[in-house]
């Protein structure tokens, strides 16, 4: 059984940055390309930026530039730094694997003065 836990979300200023976290456990994490993704209030839930086994990345355009996701396979973790954040930033993040359906408790983030 997949499971996920994201943490590292907190309040914070326009401009400031970030770094959220998520630990897996129940799956083989190197062999699963992961995705954060994020829900707004009101709004779906997008992914913002992903990352295949091998390292290779892919961001919502919304996100280039700013955001930066990483993977350290022998701890099983998974890494979102968020720099320049904006309001429009603010959303719960999730992250998961690509090829499953398994979600953790999200971490909320808010940018905001």
């Known amino acids: 059984q997949v499971q996920l836990v994201e943490s590292g979300g907190g309040l914070v200023q326009p401009g400031g940055s970030l770094r959220l976290s998520c630990a897996a456990s129940?799956?083989?994490?190197?062999?699963?390309?992961m995705g954060w993704y994020r829900q707004a209030p009101g709004k779906q839930r997008d992914m913002v930026a992903g990352?295949?086994?091998?390292?290779?990345?892919n961001y919502a355009d919304s996100v280039k530039g700013r955001f930066t996701i990483s993977r350290d396979n022998p701890k099983n973790t998974l890494y979102l730094q968020m720099n320049s954040l904006k309001p429009e930033d603010t959303a719960i993040y999730y992250c998961?694997?690509?090829?499953?359906?398994?979600w953790g408790q999200g971490t909320q983030v808010t940018v905001s003065s």
């Open positions: 998961k694997p690509l090829s499953t359906d398994s």
């Open positions: 129940g799956i083989i994490f190197r062999l699963y390309a």
């Open positions: 990352i295949s086994r091998s390292g290779v990345t």
